[in-house]
């Protein structure tokens, strides 16, 4: 066993409400500079939709990701060395900027200096930033916020299930998604990089771009099958959601996380057993990839685990960290967070709780009995939101999995609800889902009220690894144009 460090992330999506306040607070951080326009580290998608950019999802398009082979090996969906070095000029798996969108901005002199007197009132028109042409806008990052259908039909994870679902008004569904580097713990962005300019680190796992190395190849953008690699243009240089690792080495949370205005992030280490990361990866239904992983993640708990820390050189407050870790009680003690598309086999570290629909107002007007465990479940099976959907999105297709975790949050909700009320202990929902009262009042805690030091429990990168990690190389902030950094290499911003 090979114990390592991983920083991940846990979004409770019951909490999300569109806001874009990450999004813009991670652009103003991290890419508010030449080359970036159109790069969106974090942004946050409206479900169902054909996303950011346009239909990421669809590998058989872009070939992100990670499949089986004839003699069920890992492989790259976008080839073998072979292939990707007969492509390395001219690569024809990536997204184009019509893909993404073309940034605009707006000539402000039209108003400013507008004379006095005007009968009509002076209009600023859009001008591509990349081109300095007059442009239309029809379309970007955020094109279908709260839409829920506009172009919902074209969503991949609906291919199976259309004839489920019914695009009218008051009948259809939505829900935010916001996403970012899912910093995997088997990344197909490292492995496809021709220079190795793509790393993964070892002291937390982070998955950064070391730009010295980098020679701007773009197969790390096919790799990925979250498109979250990106080309800034006035570099050629690949770029990427660097998980705030400066804030991450002072023990503070991601921007993103701080200002996240719904509270539904959560920060955390997680100890894995890297020698069991192939093996997950490689297992052969797709639907058992959920248990492969979890099963990758050690006990923070158990002494054995906490002696391989130790004998791994981590510090004593990564221990407490990861004990105290919210990340680990919702993916692996609570079982309650799923991967987004486990099925691209990259292991991802940026879990999800699923949102739920109002499944109690629902089972009343459905005449049933909102305390029932088995009434509940079955009105699971009725909402709004379909459970294959979720299922294609989180669980690879396995809708047990995905009804198991929301008929979970169901039974919390009507067990604190009973408990709220009247005092009542509703044990037959307990026992429906196989928890304790202590272990469901927690969860409701973590996920409902818990307070800032529950959500990020982020340690300081330790003293004897700050000057090694000081030296580190590999992300934007540290190159020419970068932020708070010169524009350009003869002059300052």
Request: overall charge negative; proline content about 6%.
């Amino acid at each position: 066993m090979r114990i390592r460090a991983q920083m991940a992330m846990v979004m409770n999506l019951d909490k999300c409400i569109g806001c874009h306040t990450c999004s813009v607070t991670c652009k103003q951080t991290w890419t508010n500079r030449e080359g970036t326009e159109y790069v969106w580290f974090n942004n946050v998608e409206t479900k169902p939709g054909i996303g950011y950019p346009k239909h990421y999802e669809d590998q058989e398009r872009w070939k992100g990701g990670w499949k089986l082979d004839a003699k069920g090996r890992l492989a790259l969906r976008s080839g073998g060395r072979v292939k990707r070095l007969s492509r390395i000029f001219a690569n024809p798996d990536l997204p184009t900027i019509d893909d993404y969108y073309e940034p605009a901005t707006f000539d402000k002199d039209v108003l400013v200096n507008a004379p006095g007197g005007l009968n009509d009132t002076p209009v600023k028109k859009p001008y591509s930033a990349l081109t300095g042409e007059p442009m239309p806008i029809t379309w970007g990052a955020n094109w279908e916020d709260s839409l829920g259908g506009q172009s919902g039909q074209d969503d991949p994870n609906l291919a199976r299930m259309a004839e489920k679902v019914t695009f009218e008004f008051e009948k259809t569904f939505m829900f935010h998604l916001p996403r970012i580097c899912e910093h995997c713990l088997n990344p197909a962005c490292v492995s496809a990089c021709p220079s190795g300019a793509m790393y993964k680190r070892e002291q937390d796992g982070i998955v950064l771009v070391d730009q010295n190395r980098c020679r701007g190849w773009r197969m790390c953008v096919t790799a990925c099958p979250y498109k979250k690699v990106y080309v800034n243009h006035a570099t050629g240089k690949a770029e990427k959601c660097t998980l705030c690792f400066p804030r991450i080495e002072a023990g503070q949370p991601t921007i993103c996380s701080e200002t996240c205005v719904g509270r539904l992030r959560y920060l955390g280490i997680l100890w894995y057993d890297e020698d069991a990361v192939l093996a997950a990866a490689s297992v052969e239904s797709e639907t058992d990839l959920l248990d492969a992983q979890r099963a990758v993640f050690l006990d923070p708990f158990d002494p054995d685990v906490q002696q391989a820390a130790r004998d791994a050189g981590h510090p004593a407050e990564w221990i407490d960290a990861a004990m105290a870790s919210p990340v680990w009680k919702l993916i692996s003690e609570y079982r309650i967070a799923l991967p987004l598309h486990p099925e691209y086999r990259t292991l991802p570290m940026v879990w999800y709780v699923p949102p739920l629909s109002p499944v109690l107002d629902a089972a009343g007007a459905a005449g049933r009995d909102d305390t029932d465990a088995d009434d509940i479940f079955h009105t699971i099976q009725d909402l709004r939101i379909p459970v294959e959907y979720l299922a294609s999105l989180f669980t690879a297709g396995d809708t047990a999995a995905a009804g198991g975790v929301l008929m979970k949050l169901a039974a919390m909700r009507s067990y604190m609800r009973a408990r709220t009320l009247d005092g009542t202990v509703a044990t037959e929902l307990l026992d429906g889902i196989g928890m304790t009262g202590d272990q469901v009042e927690a969860m409701y805690r973590l996920l409902a009220v818990a307070k800032y030091d529950e959500r990020y429990v982020v340690p300081a990168a330790h003293a004897r690894d700050a000057a090694e990690l000081e030296a580190q190389v590999g992300c934007s902030l540290d190159s020419v144009g970068g932020p708070g950094m010169l524009a350009r290499a003869d002059g300052p911003r």
